[in-house]
């Protein structure tokens, strides 16, 4: 892994404040594939330091798919769009947190 623990920390330990959540959000939707796929890279972060709400807020940004994001504008326009996308990311904040 290119990351060294310490930087996993740093990043997305439990004291990384707004950075970490940003990161997590924008990870999670810029990730594509499988779940099945990222469980051992998310599991070899969570013993390298990752913080578990970092990790479901992670989990929970990858609703918003951005390849489908173009055909969501055309089928419901760019408000509904652009409002779904921002409750799904808050609610990953939400899980995250609870």
Do not use: N
Not at 31 to 54: C, I, N, Q, T, V
Not at 65 to 71: D, G, M, R, T
Not at 80 to 95: D, R
């Amino acid at each position: 892994m290119a990351l060294k623990p310490r930087q996993i920390v740093e990043h997305l330990g439990e004291k990384s404040g707004t950075r970490g959540w940003l990161l997590a959000l924008f990870s999670g939707i810029i990730s594509h594939g499988p779940m099945y796929a990222w469980y051992p890279m998310l599991e070899e972060l969570r013993e390298k330091g990752m913080s578990d709400k970092f990790l479901i807020c992670f989990l929970s940004a990858r609703a918003v798919k951005l390849p489908l994001l173009p055909l969501m504008v055309d089928y419901f326009g760019v408000l509904f769009t652009c409002a779904l996308s921002l409750y799904i990311l808050i609610g990953a904040v939400v899980q995250g947190l609870l």
